[in-house]
């Protein structure tokens, strides 16, 4: 079984504050996903890493994959209150050919202004 | 393009009562995916359909749980009859295909149905 560990849990920050969050795993993923999930809604993907090492940057939000593709963090510069939400990782990997998606616990992001 | 309709948005039930709950997939999506997601915790996933055949759900408790993809298109998920330990937001998603390992690809997730059983 894949298990993603996302730290921290919560994290409450100020406005104009940068922050890190991370996505730690023992298993090895083809590619790791960030989604963003706000009150009532469903996730909404941001970015998909898929090489070792890997960096991309979605204005100030930067993704990074490990290089061993077991882990992956998020920074965000300059936080805003519209930054505010769930913010989930999600390892993809193939059973038998089928590709799924294993989410991690989340971490529950405030901006306050 | 439409998204990911989901019905209904809320639901509160009492134990041992039987609960649906409906999806409609962005159009030409082959897979559906079923997910619960508990309050505080990522969505884990309950079942998977290519089509209308299902590929895994080995997640899914089935002495309670039970969806069906008719025609591969719209999808329904029943519990009967409902555990408190139930409540969760049950989220639908879809994507294009079940592609090979070369890319990567995309779930788009619907709103969710929060159930609540008392």
């Known amino acids: 079984t894949q298990l993603l560990e996302q730290s921290p849990q919560f994290l409450s920050i100020q406005e104009g504050e940068n922050l890190t969050v991370y996505c730690n795993s023992s298993s090895v993923f083809s590619s790791l996903q960030w989604y963003r999930q706000e009150p009532g809604e469903g996730p909404v993907l941001l970015v998909t890493v898929v090489t070792g090492g890997e960096v991309k940057k979605l204005k100030r939000l930067t993704f990074q994959f490990g290089d061993a593709r077991k882990d992956s963090s998020l920074h965000i510069t300059a936080a805003q209150p519209g930054d505010t939400g769930l913010y989930l990782c999600a390892g993809e990997f193939s059973n038998f050919g089928n590709e799924k998606l294993t989410f991690g616990t989340g971490t529950r992001l405030t901006i306050i202004p | 393009e439409a998204g990911v309709a989901q019905s209904p948005r809320y639901k509160i039930i009492e134990k041992r009562q039987s609960v649906a709950f409906w999806c409609n997939p962005i159009s030409g999506h082959a897979t559906l995916y079923w997910y619960q997601q508990i309050l505080g915790q990522g969505p884990k996933l309950l079942i998977q359909f290519q089509n209308n055949g299902v590929v895994d759900d080995s997640q899914l408790p089935k002495d309670r749980f039970s969806a069906e993809r008719l025609k591969g298109v719209d999808s329904t998920l029943k519990i009967q009859p409902a555990k408190l330990e139930d409540s969760a937001v049950y989220l639908c998603?879809?994507?294009?295909?079940?592609?090979?390992?070369?890319?990567?690809?995309?779930?788009?997730f619907g709103p969710g149905t929060r159930l609540t059983v008392t």
């Open positions: 998603a879809s994507s294009l295909v079940n592609r090979g390992p070369s890319s990567s690809y995309e779930q788009y």
